[in-house]
């Protein structure tokens, strides 16, 4: 793991000159990953433990997955949006959701699909990966469903054109929805700030965002109790749901002085 020569251990004095950044920023980006929903009791992919319901993510999420055993895929991802039904939004993602009344022009993009950043109040999201509360059809009839009623049913549903009906995310070796990953690209280029918070950057296209901002000289902050990326103008060493309303703050503190 490169850790930035900035990485700085959280503490809230130290968040002042991001503070300064962000409150200075026109066009800022956050991407954010499973780490932000951590602090709400969701798992994450690659964290302690790994395994969800006895389940590794990554075989489960892939469509050879889906083709092999339907129940078992659909049945884990049933148990996931009972889970995330039963968590709240933390003081992370509503930190986010009050930084798009501070910043002129503000992209929330998410590699997650749990929905918090909605709860939270965010309106606009790109949602990278899709959502667990929307289905799709397996024959790619184009039919689409957003249920929120749990537990939908312990078997795949049936969509209107006759196919099973999958879980509405992108599963490893399918395309992002196409205008999602243009959308952040165009925001990453253009942006002055770009925020890396609680991912471990190993999944891609989402993960080279942050090198497009880099690229076109934006300055990249990363909110991670264990900060992985290179390149960073500051890696803050903390959990997301403290860091980034320090962060706030101290960007509100800033504009309030003048
Ligand atoms: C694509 C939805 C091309 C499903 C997810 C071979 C064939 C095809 C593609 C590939 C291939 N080899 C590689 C690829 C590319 C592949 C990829 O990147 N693989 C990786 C594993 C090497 N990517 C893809 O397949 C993508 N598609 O490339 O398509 C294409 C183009 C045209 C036509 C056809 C194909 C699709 C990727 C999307 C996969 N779906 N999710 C589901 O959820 O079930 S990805 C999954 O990983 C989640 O979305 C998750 O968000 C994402 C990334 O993980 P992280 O969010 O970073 O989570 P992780 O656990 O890893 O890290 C958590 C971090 O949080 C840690 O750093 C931790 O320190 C930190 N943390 C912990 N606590 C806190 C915290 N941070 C802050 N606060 C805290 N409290």
Known sequence: ????????????????????WLAEAHRVVALTGAGISAESGIPTFRGAGGLWKGRDPMSMATPQAFARDPEEVWEWYDWRRGLVLGCEPNPGHQALAELADLVPDFLLVTQNV???????????????????FRLGCWACCGHEETRVDHPLDPRPPRCPCGALQRPGVVWFGEAL??????RAHRAAAAADLFLVVGTSSVVYPAAGLADVALAAGARVVEVNPQPSRAGVARALAGPAGEVLPALLRAAQKFRESG
Not at 1 to 20: D, K, N, Y
Not at 177 to 182: H, I
Request: hydrophobic fraction near 30%.
């Open 1 to 20: 793991m490169r850790v930035s020569e900035e990485t700085t251990t959280w503490t809230p004095e130290r968040v002042a000159e991001p503070g300064r």
């Open 114 to 132: 749990d929905g918090l950043h909605q709860r939270a109040g965010s309106s606009q999201v790109v949602e990278l990966h899709g959502n667990l």
């Open 177 to 182: 929805p196409e205008d999602a990953f243009p």
